[in-house]
């Protein structure tokens, strides 16, 4: 994946995201941390119309599956507003450990990876998004692992909704 193919990607057209933290902290391990994701993309979805067919969320890093007519403002916005809040989070709570390695209040790593996917791959992409905690040895099905929408494809309640893709 290749931040620059951000410029290809055409309106109505799904958008493989991957947002890494910086220095690889595991900000996520703290769920009110996670949290705050799930309210950024929640009012993206509100605010700017913004489809969510897919996410996890791991201890350092999260992909999303997503389209919008200004797919450019959803990113930066929830680059913006997540690392804001983050940072936020960490120091009212604080977490030293966390905020004295992050560099200039930086929550993530330089731009995210953004990759254009054609409707022929979407359901390989999804699949890809879930099945990185088993990958990664944390649980052994897709749907065991909270911060993932493989749970809402399954019909099983999950953090928050998102527009199934149905090919």
């Given at each position: 994946?290749?931040?620059?193919?951000?410029?290809?990607?055409?309106?109505?057209?799904?958008?493989?995201?991957?947002?890494?933290?910086?220095?690889?902290?595991?900000?996520?391990?703290?769920?009110?941390?996670?949290?705050?994701?799930?309210?950024?993309?929640?009012?993206?979805?509100?605010?700017?119309?913004?489809?969510?067919?897919?996410?996890?969320?791991?201890?350092e890093h999260l992909h999303f599956?997503?389209?919008?007519?200004?797919?450019?403002?959803?990113?930066?916005?929830?680059?913006?507003?997540?690392?804001?809040?983050?940072?936020?989070?960490?120091?009212?709570?604080?977490?030293?450990?966390?905020?004295?390695?992050?560099?200039?209040?930086?929550?993530?790593?330089?731009?995210?990876?953004?990759?254009?996917?054609?409707?022929?791959?979407?359901?390989?992409?999804?699949?890809?998004?879930?099945?990185?905690?088993?990958?990664?040895?944390?649980?052994?099905?897709?749907?065991?692992?909270?911060?993932?929408?493989?749970?809402?494809?399954?019909?099983?309640?999950?953090?928050?909704?998102?527009?199934?893709?149905?090919?």
């Open positions: 994946m290749n931040s620059n193919n951000a410029t290809h990607i055409k309106p109505g057209m799904a958008c493989h995201v991957t947002c890494v933290v910086s220095g690889l902290l595991p900000l996520f391990s703290q769920p009110p941390v996670s949290e705050i994701v799930f309210d950024c993309w929640r009012q993206l979805r509100r605010d700017y119309a913004m489809r969510l067919y897919s996410y996890v969320v791991m201890e599956l997503v389209d919008a007519d200004r797919l450019d403002e959803c990113v930066s916005y929830f680059l913006e507003q997540s690392g804001s809040r983050i940072f936020s989070y960490l120091q009212e709570q604080r977490l030293q450990r966390f905020t004295e390695r992050l560099q200039g209040k930086l929550i993530w790593q330089e731009k995210p990876e953004m990759e254009a996917v054609a409707d022929s791959d979407m359901r390989r992409v999804i699949d890809y998004i879930h099945i990185n905690p088993v990958k990664r040895g944390y649980v052994d099905d897709v749907c065991h692992w909270r911060y993932t929408s493989a749970r809402n494809y399954a019909g099983i309640p999950g953090v928050t909704e998102v527009d199934l893709w149905r090919s």
